[in-house]
């Protein structure tokens, strides 16, 4: 067995048996004891989604309980909303409820997984998991199952990302700033491995986060052959170790809308190319479980690619 898939396993036996599902989370409603034992803050907006789909946001002004079970008031523009244990599927603070705001498509944010970690399928071809431990520790790992090309030839990655600071940013009222470092080691076939360095910002506003990145190549070698099985004949291409690269991403929710993203990012791996670019730009249709993202990607070429990732965090 690899060390890459040892190393994916070892997250899987992890998270099943230290994380268990957090108390304000279930996908068949809420135990009465869960949400008595809560205790809300009445000065800040919760976000609600229930087990029939719907959401409900706003600060909650009661918790109570009758003949039918525990209940909370949610004060909405509508009114009081009061809604029952038993038809809450996951609560939590309004700007908890983005899950995904730990990455975008392809580029980590600063922001920790934490608790939402998740289990994703890339392009349809690379299952990719993604752990929190404590409240700065991420780990994600994947590795590509694409048909024709045989295991050994295979794309693998594996991301070790630390949150070190987090603060208001002063600009945006509620916005904060956000910083991490991390390291990255990725394999184009097996014996192709190339080791990164990286350091990523990330602001927030009310709907916006943007986020920006460099990283360095430190291991590897000077130049990679890729082997592509019976899809493509071998190519060989240069990567020096010491290079330089920058990425940006922007993440936009839409106005009055809780679940529809812009996304944006941009890549490069080589400063001194900056032809050698990619860009993506596309949306992101998420709730507290699940996240789809889609767009298209600007190659260098030019030569433009679909792009889309399925996302689940079932915890």
Excluded at 49 to 66: H, I, Q
Excluded at 204 to 233: N, Q, W
Aim: proline residues 5%; aromatic residues 10%.
């Amino acid at each position: 067995m690899s060390p890459l898939l040892k190393l994916i396993l070892g997250c899987i036996v992890l998270v099943c048996t230290l994380v268990g599902a957090p108390p304000l989370m279930a996908q068949q409603g809420m135990s009465d004891d869960a949400l008595e034992q809560y205790e809300f803050d009445t000065e800040l907006d919760y976000y609600v989604r229930l087990v029939n789909g719907d959401v409900v946001s706003g600060p909650v002004s009661e918790t109570a309980s009758d003949s039918v079970g525990a209940y909370i008031r949610i004060k909405t523009p509508f009114g009081r909303a009061k809604i029952y244990a038993v038809e809450i599927s996951w609560i939590g603070l309004l700007e908890e409820s983005y899950r995904a705001r730990n990455r975008g498509l392809i580029l980590p944010t600063a922001e920790a997984i934490k608790s939402d970690h998740y289990l994703a399928l890339v392009e349809g071809v690379m299952p990719t998991l993604g752990v929190g431990i404590a409240d700065f520790m991420s780990i994600t790992g994947g590795r590509t199952v694409v048909p024709g090309i045989g295991w050994q030839n295979q794309f693998s990655t594996v991301n070790i990302k630390g949150t070190v600071y987090e603060g208001k940013n002063g600009l945006v009222e509620g916005g904060k700033q956000i910083y991490a470092l991390g390291i990255n080691g990725s394999w184009i076939n097996d014996v192709n491995f190339m080791g990164h360095i990286y350091g990523v910002a990330t602001f927030t506003g009310k709907r916006t986060r943007i986020s920006t990145m460099i990283h360095a190549k430190v291991a590897g070698k000077e130049s990679y052959v890729v082997s592509g099985g019976s899809l493509f004949d071998p190519f060989t291409f240069p990567y020096a170790n010491g290079t330089i690269g920058v990425a940006f991403m922007m993440d936009v929710r839409f106005p009055e809308m809780h679940d529809l993203h812009f996304l944006g990012e941009l890549w490069n791996a080589d400063l001194t190319r900056p032809s050698q670019s990619a860009l993506f730009l596309g949306l992101r249709q998420c709730n507290t479980a699940v996240t789809f993202d889609f767009g298209l990607t600007l190659l260098p070429g030019p030569n433009v690619a679909p792009a889309f990732a399925v996302s689940w965090t079932p915890w």
